[in-house]
């Protein structure tokens, strides 16, 4: 280390400053406190809440604590996070690969929607959906079965519920079945790189994966029922379906929109990625006699993939802490029942406030360091 | 001319298979348009699911025939290149086609044919399509909010003002243009600071934040005049104490005093709303998210570890949070933070809070500018005896930045698009006013026209954004 005397100066000035700013915040919060009479700590999260949410994943009600409320917003949370992560991928490479299409039509389809999509506030596009678009289904009374049996209501879309008769059998099959497939692809690459036979991976796997939950059908006892929703009459003219599954429109307005927004951008990121190759990769792979599917598997997506996950993974991110949005529509996310409800409750601003960004925050360092791991990892090594 | 045989066109027949194709295609494509348009079912006689695929299936075949490669006819090689590859790619086409013929119609309808523009009331809305007339009636409002009827020309004054002052760059003579950084890092904003404070608000609207303003400009007057040897420290120091002299010499009156200028009435922020208070937000945050971005770039690419540190813990700290919480600790944890007798309007805690938002993100836009740059520059730059300062601003930092112009334009249309979310304060802008609007008991049931004026200008704003990005990318896009 080559240590500078005159780099000393700098350095701590930056860091006085630094500490003298916490330092003129932590007694001013302090002096506040202090004044007002409130008292710092987390010991109000044991605490019993007394407060409802209208959907949450786990068990919960007012007699619970504030720590479990915590948890059912988080978990609210990830669940949208998923459902939008999902169908954004689904749709942004659909439209990704679209937009590179040599048909013009859909080309230009493609194009039009990310211009739209992304040029509008995702706030605005979530108070379209929820308080306009959604506003115009039918009520339960009047709505029209999809597929005879869920329902796409103002009051949400039920769908049946999947009853399991020894689950557990169930689930370990496709376990099984998972771990047959992995060992079966390490062998047949093996295979592949010492005797240069092939062997037809997608053939087993497929069947792997559909006749082993078969077997456990047949002979482990397990048994699928489905709970169909049935209308209910709550009073004269108020009418809801009970049984299945129900999603509120909160849930699939902000779904929705966090889907059609963060698609526009992964489809931009799958674009740069697929454009990103040159051309003399795809004719080298075909002039070397692979067929036009083994190019775009063993040569186009491997250095693809490269470019488009890390912005990809970014978007992701991207729409976990949109997710926040919930909060305008009362969907009862970490934001709303933790840092809207609670806080409202408790009073205590600082300690709320606080757990909730470091949640988010810790969510997104952890992306952050996969993402760091995952780059170094299909990094290109340059010799 | 050779037998035909309908499952191979080819080229001996092409004429026969070019008419024959058109025709199916364009008998398709009519079915299509007389449905949508004039509501004919010309294919009603047929049972119902045929009824429905008829022109697809006609349209595919149509398509099938005059897919001749090489045909000599240079139109539909065109086509055949460009809708009509494969028969996926045709049925694609045709399908997109349909979609479109089928929803010119409920849409040209719902926006004009049917939609009422007249009126002043309620009662004129009794059409299917949309009721304009909301709109009309509501514009002030989301244009402007509560901001008091007769007092927005202030409003309409002061932007047409600032764009004049703006477009300044486009005019002045080559003499000056070397001038035209200084005016628009240091100049133009403090006109806009002060059109702000004397004429939309016309009272004591930064409170405390306007001693920071005039502090912070002051000392970057004098700044130019200081040796670079001692910038660091000067522009460490200076700021504050200025800050704290200007605070315990100006006293709150005073400065109520300054802001006012005679016949003009104090309007407070929480009447400010609407596109106005979008635009106020967005340009303000836009000025100072900037060099606090570029500060941070600069402290995460510097050699001094401490500093380093200190950067990458602001910039991951602030990407890592989503704004809405940012926004919610401005309204209820900054205070608690505070003196008791500091007042900071809840605008200015807004505009603090999304700058500093927003510096993270143009912090690591303009790293990966930095760092696209090859050493020979810093090499080079150090070798002629430059130091730190004069090295970045003169040769690093233009270089850098106009590398990542796209970065920066993409974070801008971000931070303009977030604008919607100080709705947690309870500032209202235009979003925030649809819905205030939606809920009044007169105007009920009017919230798509609202969300599809709003979606409209935002759109325009964001699009025209991009354009121009794209532009600048252009005309300083220089070979290296």
Redesign the interface.
């Known amino acids: 280390m080559n240590f500078k005397p005159k780099?000393i100066?700098?350095?701590l000035?930056?860091?006085i400053?630094?500490v003298l700013v916490f330092g003129f915040?932590?007694y001013?919060?302090q002096?506040?406190?202090e004044?007002r009479g409130i008292d710092f700590g987390y010991g109000f999260l044991s605490q019993e809440s007394s407060f409802d949410v209208q959907f949450s994943l786990i068990e919960y009600d007012g007699s619970h604590s504030y720590f479990r409320a915590y948890l059912v917003g988080l978990l609210n949370t990830i669940l949208v996070s998923v459902i939008g992560i999902f169908f954004a991928t689904i749709l942004g490479v659909m439209v990704g690969i679209a937009r590179l299409?040599?048909?013009?039509?859909?080309n230009r389809?493609a194009a039009f929607y990310v211009?739209?999509f992304?040029?509008?506030?995702?706030?605005?596009?979530i108070?379209?959906w929820y308080?306009?678009?959604l506003?115009a289904l039918p009520l339960p009374q009047d709505a029209e079965a999809i597929f005879g049996i869920s329902f796409l209501t103002i009051k949400g879309l039920f769908v049946p519920a999947f009853i399991w008769q020894n689950f557990n059998i169930f689930f370990y099959s496709i376990v099984a079945a998972t771990i047959a497939i992995i060992v079966i692809r390490y062998q047949a690459k093996k295979l592949q790189e010492t005797q240069g036979k092939q062997t037809p991976v997608l053939l087993i796997s497929i069947g792997l994966i559909l006749i082993l939950p078969l077997i456990s059908f047949l002979i482990g006892g397990v048994r699928l029922s489905f709970e169909v929703p049935v209308l209910k009459q709550l009073a004269t003219t108020s009418f809801i379906y009970e049984g299945g599954v129900s999603l509120p429109p909160e849930l699939i307005a902000l779904a929705l929109s966090l889907s059609l927004y963060t698609a526009t951008f992964i489809a931009e990121c799958v674009r740069a990625g697929i454009q990103g190759i040159s051309k003399g990769q795809k004719e080298a792979a075909a002039s070397i006699g692979l067929t036009p599917n083994q190019v775009l598997k063993l040569v186009v997506m491997p250095q693809a993939l490269r470019i488009i996950i890390p912005p990809t993974t970014n978007q992701y991110l991207n729409l976990t802490?949109?997710s926040?949005?919930a909060?305008?529509i009362a969907y009862p996310d970490l934001?709303l029942v933790f840092?809207g409800t609670a806080?409202m409750q408790t009073g205590k601003?600082?300690e709320i406030?606080?757990i909730?960004?470091f949640t988010?925050?810790s969510?997104?360092?952890a992306i952050?360091l996969f993402m760091n791991w995952y780059n170094n990892k299909i990094a290109i090594q340059e010799k | 001319m050779s037998k035909i045989n309908f499952l191979k066109p080819n080229k001996s027949n092409l004429y026969s298979f070019l008419y024959l194709g058109t025709f199916l295609f364009f008998a398709s494509i009519l079915d299509v348009l007389l449905n949508s348009f004039f509501s004919l079912n010309l294919t009603g006689f047929l049972p119902g699911f045929l009824s429905y695929f008829l022109p697809l299936i006609l349209g595919f075949i149509g398509l099938y025939f005059i897919r001749i490669e090489l045909s000599g006819i240079k139109q539909l090689d065109l086509l055949n290149k460009h809708i009509n590859t494969n028969n996926f790619n045709a049925i694609l086409s045709l399908l997109i086609i349909f979609i479109i013929l089928k929803s010119i119609p409920p849409i040209l309808s719902w926006f004009f044919i049917d939609a009422s523009f007249a009126g002043d009331t309620k009662d004129v809305c009794t059409g299917t399509g949309a009721c304009w007339t909301y709109i009309k009636v509501w514009i002030r409002r989301f244009m402007y909010g509560m901001y008091p009827n007769g007092e927005q020309w202030r409003i309409n004054l002061s932007f047409i003002a600032l764009t004049l002052l703006g477009s300044v760059g486009y005019f002045v003579t080559d003499k000056f243009k070397k001038y035209l950084t200084l005016y628009y890092v240091v100049i133009y904003p403090f006109i806009a600071f002060l059109f702000i404070f004397f004429f939309i608000s016309g009272g004591p609207v930064f409170f405390d934040f306007s001693y920071g303003i005039i502090a912070a400009i002051l000392s970057i007057i004098i700044g130019f005049f200081i040796p670079s040897k001692f910038k660091f420290y000067y522009f460490l120091i200076v700021p504050f104490a200025l800050y704290v002299l200007l605070k315990y010499f100006i006293f709150y009156e005073e400065l109520i005093e300054l802001g006012k200028l005679d016949g003009l009435n104090w309007v407070e922020t929480g009447a400010w709303g609407g596109l106005s208070l979008t635009f106020i937000i967005s340009f303000f945050c836009l000025i100072f998210c900037f060099p606090i971005g570029m500060a941070f770039a600069l402290g995460r690419r510097s050699g001094f570890p401490l500093i380093r540190y200190i950067s990458i813990g602001f910039i991951e700290f602030w990407r890592g949070v989503p704004l809405i919480t940012v926004l919610f600790m401005s309204a209820v944890m900054f205070p608690m933070f505070l003196p008791a007798d500091f007042f900071i309007d809840k605008l200015v805690r807004c505009i603090i809070a999304i700058s500093l938002f927003e510096a993270a993100y143009v912090a690591e836009v303009i790293r990966g500018g930095l760092q696209a740059l090859p050493r020979g520059q810093y090499e080079a730059a150090k070798s002629l005896g430059m130091g730190y300062w004069r090295m970045h601003i003169f040769v690093i930092l233009p270089q850098a930045l106009k590398l990542v112009i796209p970065g920066i334009a993409n974070t801008f249309l971000a931070l303009v698009k977030d604008t919607p979310l100080i709705f947690v304060v309870g500032l209202l802008e235009i979003v925030g006013m649809l819905n205030l609007a939606k809920t009044n008991p007169e105007w009920l049931g009017f919230a798509m026209e609202g969300y599809v004026f709003a979606a409209i200008i935002f759109w325009i704003i964001c699009y025209a954004m991009s354009k121009y990005s794209y532009n600048l990318e252009q005309k300083y896009k220089t070979d290296r």
């Open positions: 780099d100066g700098p350095q000035m930056t860091v400053a630094v915040f932590t001013n919060a002096v506040n406190m004044n299409s040599p048909n013009y039509l859909i389809f211009e739209f992304r040029n509008i506030p995702l706030l605005l596009q108070f379209f308080f306009a678009a506003r802490k949109n926040s949005l909060a305008a934001v840092a806080l601003a600082i406030v606080s909730t960004m988010y925050l969510l997104s360092i952050s």
